[in-house]
């Protein structure tokens, strides 16, 4: 049996100041990392579809995913602040992410303080109605 789908949620919140093909790139990263990071796959549910012919159609969440627009970086910051006081399971994308290999984007990444960080999103997963309490103000990404 599979629980209320509406429960849970994953959510984005993607800064609208940023090019959308890299808003693209960081929620890809982004959801990789929140999907494989967390060891939560059962709780996050994904479902197998099978199509008529018989072809599968693997780990598609059974939780509703919503993307939401914030004005800027700080709007991802405090989004991010609240993420980390509850202990919800997040990921986040800056700007550092973006250049060189991933060990030059670490070093980057080490070099620039938290309140210097260009926020492009950050995703997370947990219970909607917690979620909600700090994400309702934003608007659904168009």
Do not use: W
């Not at 072809?55 to 602040?81: E, Q």
């Not at 984007?105 to 210097?116: V, Y």
Request: hydrophobic content about 40%; some cysteine.
């Amino acid at each position: 049996m599979l629980p209320d789908e509406n429960s849970k949620r994953f959510i984005a919140v993607l800064n609208k100041k940023v090019e959308v093909g890299r808003l693209m790139n960081a929620l890809g990263h982004m959801t990789a990392g929140l999907a494989g990071g967390f060891g939560k796959a059962q709780e996050m549910c994904f479902l197998e579809y099978r199509d008529k012919d018989g072809g599968v159609h693997p780990h598609v969440s059974h939780f509703p995913f919503i993307v939401l627009r914030a004005d800027n970086a700080n709007k991802i910051r405090t989004v991010r602040s609240e993420c980390v006081k509850r202990g919800i399971p997040f990921t986040d994308f800056t700007s550092t992410m973006t250049v060189g290999t991933s060990a030059e984007q670490q070093a980057n990444t080490a070099a620039t303080s938290e309140a210097d960080l260009d926020y492009y999103g950050i995703v997370m997963f947990g219970n909607t109605d917690e979620l909600k309490e700090f994400t309702g103000k934003f608007f659904l990404f168009s």
